[in-house]
Every structure is written in C-alpha cells, then in structure tokens.
C-alpha cells in the first residue's frame, strides 16, 4: 500500500528555519518523484519543490529559491526540505506527494496530475 508520511511541521519566527521529512513507502517502481507543494487559506495548491530518485537537481518555485534545499535519502525513500529565511507568506498546509512519470518540473506545475498524497503538516510563520 503506497503512503507517504510528512513530518517537521510547526510554528517559527521570521527568519527562522524547519525541516520537513517525507517518508515514502509501499511502491516498487523504478522512477519516482517527491514533491512538495503548499496551499494556504484561501489559495490553490501550488509547488514549492519536486527532486527524483534518479536525479540530484530539484526544481524550485521562484518564490523559495535561495531559501529552500530539497534533499534525498534514496536508502530510506525520504525526501527532505529544509526551510530557512522563512517569512510569513511561506505559512500553509505542506503537502509531500509522490509521482511516478513526470518530470520533477512537471509535476511541480501540476500537482492534479499527482499519484498520491500525504496527510500534510502545517507551517505557520509568525511573531
């Protein structure tokens, strides 16, 4: 059974940092891609970061490039995102999801397309 399970959610200042973890289970295929897209009140969901298992380089929204790094750990099938320079527009529901044909630049662009989802975990950024 395919689940994805997030964790590192929480609340910080300004300026501050989290990590958030992605932990994928429950498929056998031999390409994926984790991604991590974000949906705060009253927005659509959008991508904030998707890296695959084949390939180092993950694509970033330009709102959060400079200050988030995707990272993998293809062992554990865990995708990391550590989040620095955090500001209040960064405050929302993340979300990890996993896919199993597109590019990590597609499915960051399209995240109906995805296969699946995770629970989510909330990031509020305020003082």
């Known amino acids: 059974q395919l689940r994805l399970v997030e964790s590192g959610g929480g609340l910080v200042q300004p300026g501050g940092s989290l990590r958030l973890s992605c932990a994928a289970s429950g498929f056998t295929e031999d390409y994926y891609a984790i991604g991590w897209f974000r949906q705060a009140p009253g927005k659509e969901r959008e991508g904030v970061s998707c890296?695959?298992?084949?390939?180092?380089?993950?694509y970033y929204a330009d709102s959060v490039k400079g200050r988030f790094t995707s990272s993998r750990d293809r062992a554990k099938n865990t995708v990391y995102l550590q989040m620095n320079s955090l500001k209040p527009e960064d405050t929302a529901v993340y979300y990890c999801?996993?896919?199993?044909?597109?590019?990590?630049?597609?499915?960051?662009?399209?995240?109906?397309?995805?296969?699946?989802w995770g629970q989510g975990t909330l990031v509020t950024v305020s003082s």
């Open positions: 890296i695959g298992n084949k390939d180092p380089r993950a």
């Open positions: 999801a996993v896919d199993f044909s597109f590019t990590v630049q597609a499915m960051c662009a399209s995240p109906n397309s995805v296969d699946a």
